[in-house]
């Protein structure tokens, strides 16, 4: 936790992490673990309509469907047996279809992309690449309706103490200079720019992209403040910065499309940043769909009963109940609190102190919305108070003296106004 | 497969919080009232004692009894009661009879705070509310001249708004200004010492407790109207500094004008707030029927800061047709 400064009467000041000297050991190579799990967004079918089963075989890189003739697929991390197809819930009651395998020690690779989709062209890119480690999602940069004309590549992270993006820019500039041609000639956009953090800039230019840089402080790395900072656009409340034609993709996912199309192999393992309770970093490379317990497990790390497990950073991460859940291709970091760092929120009432007015990049009247969101007034939240122009930093609640979660009632009132919204479309 | 009887606490983003709480707030504000309220005990003696004591401890009394009538969690661990206890006794005189502040205190918290909700809720400064009633119920107990005519502390006793009031500016020569910051005045048990409330002050505002926009504005409305008297009738008007460290301008400004529910959050409206809250104090002083306008200024203002305070920036993406 940072506290906050004796002085409090600016703004909170929270600084990016910055990688100075990264040696060659930076990143930990974990072994295959023996199990992984593999998430689709989508419900589970019918067992009678899935074409996988439990008991199949499948190889490393291997695209897998679970119904003929659908276009979700995900691909597989291992070589291994099938173990069980089930239901999973994540965040926002997000269902996923869960498929876990068990793994082999050895892996035997997959021909299909490296015989079918070794060109770099759309249609290889959606239909091999959607879930390249990075969490690059081909299917919303490729979108036709509202092409992309602007495509950003992260070589900062988005969340505090994270690094797994300034460390593929730190160790990988040849790979990303490499991707980024791939990327331009599969998005075809006019503009590429990459952000990174001022003390990286030079470093960067080698990549051939417009280098901008981003001011190391929270929350200047969030796709709509670059927008803002950066092309001096502004995303609309409620639109997503596709929608304004503004790509983003993370320099880990540039690295990796440059792996695939110069190996003939879908990557299958991802760079995640672990933060210890102490807040030391350490930076693993594993396969995608690797338990959180079994990273933990390999580097030693206790946890204990009450500990508090977050796949991401401190800000805007996801908390998870067990070690069981996997770490999925956009999982860009683990971080471990210990149950004595976990700051619980309190049911006081806004004090109406004012502090995440000061806060909030958006210019949102907090004060004013977390009061109509406390008593279910949604629509009025959005319609009055900005509800739908919040960024999702997290500021507010990290400054709120009163504790009250409000960054969580923010999350909660944009759901239940979206599901609201679509209800009221299919009444018409 | 991972320990299943192992459970991680869940909860939303973000995971880390900067560590203020409401509790650490109201100590802070305790603290920064501390020098001021030392002199005040130092000058007056046991009754000042007394009256800090009781008030504090009736304030914190009337909100358990609210709290367990209201059937609400006990919210006299966030020390914002105490505050409200606290200050009260600061702006009385140091000979308020124990009924008074038995009945100051309810109006605060029952009436003020309590019934709005609690903590957060109240439109009105509670403190402010109560003292406001007094004075028109009972206003020879908190008329300083009369309540304190039997204590001679060594200076010129009369109080300085009155003098200036009923005897013009010429009245303001019998006091000077090291004597106002040194806390030379008769008054409230904690309002009179001024530089122990702007140390208090200035300690606040460097903390992040309070917003200095809202004390300087309030300063600056104060100053400018009070000079503008003044130069219109030297006479009759007594000058802008005698006005800022006079009364319970200091006070108000530091710990009465800022209190967090009645006050703006935007910087525009704070600063509209402020000023036009000092303008009224002075207002009410030079012209009014009151002897000290900060008490009915800020109510005023606080009966206006709802409108005041919609004058705030668009947020990010309004307003943008075409963006």
Redesign the interface.
């Given at each position: 936790?940072?506290?906050?400064p004796?002085?409090?009467?600016?703004k909170?000041k929270l600084k990016y992490p910055l990688l100075e000297d990264v040696p060659q050991d930076a990143i930990i190579e974990l072994p295959v673990p023996p199990k992984v799990t593999l998430l689709l967004k989508r419900p589970p079918l019918r067992t009678d309509d899935l074409i996988l089963k439990t008991g199949d075989e499948v190889r490393t890189g291997q695209k897998l469907r679970l119904v003929d003739g659908s276009e979700d697929y995900l691909v597989s991390s291992v070589t291994g047996t099938i173990d069980g197809i089930s239901e999973y819930i994540g965040y926002l009651g997000q269902r996923y279809t869960s498929i876990s395998i068990d793994a082999a020690k050895e892996d035997e690779w997959d021909h299909e992309f490296s015989e079918v989709g070794n060109t770099p062209n759309p249609e290889t890119a959606c239909g091999f690449l959607e879930s390249l480690p990075g969490g690059s999602d081909f299917a919303t940069l490729l979108n036709f309706q509202a092409p992309v004309n602007t495509v950003i590549v992260y070589g900062i992270d988005k969340d505090?103490l994270v690094t797994t993006n300034q460390l593929t820019v730190r160790t990988g500039i040849e790979a990303l200079v490499k991707g980024a041609g791939y990327l331009k000639e599969i998005t075809h956009a006019g503009r590429m720019m990459i952000v990174v953090p001022p003390h990286l800039t030079s470093l960067a230019e080698k990549s051939g992209l417009q280098v901008k840089a981003v001011r190391p402080t929270y929350p200047n790395a969030l796709p709509?403040i670059v927008m803002?900072d950066i092309l001096g656009?502004?995303?609309?409340?409620g639109?997503s910065p596709e929608e304004?034609g503004v790509g983003f993709i993370s320099a880990e996912a540039v690295a990796a499309l440059a792996a695939a199309f110069t190996d003939g192999k879908i990557p299958v393992n991802k760079i995640v940043t672990v933060v210890k309770k102490d807040h030391s970093v350490v930076n693993v490379r594993t396969r995608i769909g690797t338990?959180v317990?079994?990273i933990l497990d390999a580097l030693h790390i206790e946890?204990?009963?009450?500990?508090?497990?977050?796949l991401?950073g401190?800000?805007?991460?996801?908390?998870?109940?067990?070690?069981?859940i996997p770490i999925s291709s956009d999982t860009d970091a683990v971080?471990i609190?210990g149950?004595d760092q976990?700051?619980?929120?309190s049911?006081?009432?806004?004090?109406?102190?004012?502090?995440c007015?000061?806060a909030c990049?958006?210019?949102?009247?907090i004060?004013m919305l977390v009061r109509l969101l406390e008593n279910g007034l949604f629509e009025e939240a959005a319609r009055d108070y900005?509800l739908l122009?919040c960024?999702e930093c997290?500021?507010c609640?990290?400054?709120?003296?009163?504790?009250i979660?409000v960054?969580?009632y923010i999350?909660l009132g944009k759901y239940e106004f979206a599901r609201s919204e679509s209800a009221e479309d299919s009444n018409v | 497969m991972y320990n299943q009887q192992k459970l991680f606490v869940s909860s939303h983003a973000p995971y880390w919080h900067n560590g203020s709480s409401v509790t650490a707030k109201s100590y802070h504000l305790m603290l920064a009232a501390l020098p001021a309220v030392v002199m005040g005990i130092c000058q007056y003696g046991i009754p000042a004692v007394g009256v800090f004591a009781f008030s504090i401890s009736c304030a914190m009394i009337w909100e358990l009894l609210m709290n367990l009538a209201m059937r609400r969690p006990v919210s006299i661990g966030d020390g914002n009661a105490a505050v409200i206890g606290l200050i009260l006794a600061m702006l009385l005189p140091a000979t308020t009879p124990w009924w008074t502040v038995v009945v100051g205190t309810f109006v605060a918290i029952v009436l003020g705070k309590q019934v709005f909700g609690g903590i957060g809720c109240n439109p009105l400064n509670p403190t402010l509310v109560a003292l406001a009633v007094m004075t028109l119920s009972w206003g020879a107990l908190v008329d300083f001249d009369v309540s304190l005519v039997d204590y001679d502390l060594g200076f010129h006793m009369a109080y300085p708004l009155a003098a200036v009031k009923y005897f013009g500016a010429s009245a303001a020569a019998n006091y000077s200004s090291q004597g106002f910051l040194l806390g030379q005045q008769s008054g409230g048990i904690g309002s009179t010492f001024g530089l122990g409330l702007i140390i208090g002050g200035v300690y606040l505002i460097l903390r992040g407790h309070i917003r200095w926009e809202i004390s300087l504005s309030f300063l600056a409305g104060v100053f400018v109207t009070a000079f503008l008297f003044s130069i219109s009738d030297p006479n009759q008007y007594a000058g802008p500094i005698f006005h800022l460290l006079t009364g319970y301008t200091l006070i108000g400004a530091f710990f009465l004008a800022t209190e967090d529910s009645s006050s703006p959050v935007n910087f525009v409206p704070m600063l509209i707030y402020g000023a036009c809250a000092g303008i009224l104090t002075v207002l009410i002083r030079n012209i009014g029927f009151f002897v000290d306008g900060v008490v009915f200024a800020l109510l005023m203002m606080n009966v206006a800061n709802p409108i005041i305070d919609k004058i705030r920036p668009k947020a990010m993406g309004k307003g943008l047709e075409n963006a």
């Open positions: 936790m940072i506290k906050r004796f002085f409090g009467f600016g909170p505090l709509e803002k656009e502004v995303v609309q409340p639109k304004a338990h317990g079994g946890t204990e009963h009450g500990d508090r497990l977050v991401g401190p800000m805007m991460g996801n908390t998870i109940y067990s070690g069981d971080m609190q149950k976990v700051i619980s929120n049911d006081t009432p806004c004090i109406n102190c004012g502090e007015v000061r990049p958006a210019d949102i009247p004060n900005d122009s960024i997290g500021l609640s990290y400054v709120c003296t009163a504790r979660p960054f969580h999350m | -």
